[in-house]
């Protein structure tokens, strides 16, 4: 078990706090939120605020996201950025510059980044992003749910 904390991106987090959540995706959160291993930064913070629903699910969740360590976007992860960017473009890769902001943000703190979006599996086997990738495990789970009565 690594001891490092693990920045979470929004996809993971979207698996973990649903009403119906992916197992798999849910315990591991909770083990990281149980060892304080959970950071986040401001952009991750805007996904998953931004798809709230009522005042007092934004209330509860800015509460509880304020209390986790959340990585600085400064002039380093932006020049981080727009390098990885213009690189992953050049080699036929067209990810959401949200990703690409992220993914800067894990890079320059040399984290890895846990999520369940295929674009960061993407970027880890072009720019060395280190990722504990969720999508097998929600892509076994929604098949679960497809195929049961």
């Known amino acids: 078990m690594q001891n490092r904390p693990v920045l979470v991106d929004s996809s993971a987090w979207l698996y973990a706090l649903r009403k119906e959540s992916v197992p798999a995706v849910k315990g591991r959160m909770d083990e990281l939120l149980k060892d304080n ?32 360590e959340d990585l600085e976007i400064g002039g380093p992860q932006w ?11 050049r080699k036929g890769l067209t990810v959401p510059y949200t990703d690409i902001l992220i993914a800067a943000c ?29 999508v097998r495990a929600v892509r076994s789970f929604s098949g679960h749910l497809k195929a049961t009565p």
């Open 37 to 68: 291993m959970v950071v986040t930064t401001a952009m991750i913070k805007l996904e998953i605020l931004g798809g709230t629903k009522t005042d007092k699910e934004f209330k509860r969740l800015k509460n509880y996201l304020d209390a986790l």
């Open 79 to 89: 020049e981080k950025a727009y390098e990885l960017s213009f690189n992953l473009r």
């Open 106 to 134: 894990a890079l320059s703190a040399d984290l890895t980044l846990m999520h369940a979006d295929a674009h960061f599996d993407a970027i880890s086997k072009h720019a060395g992003l280190k990722v504990e990738s969720l």
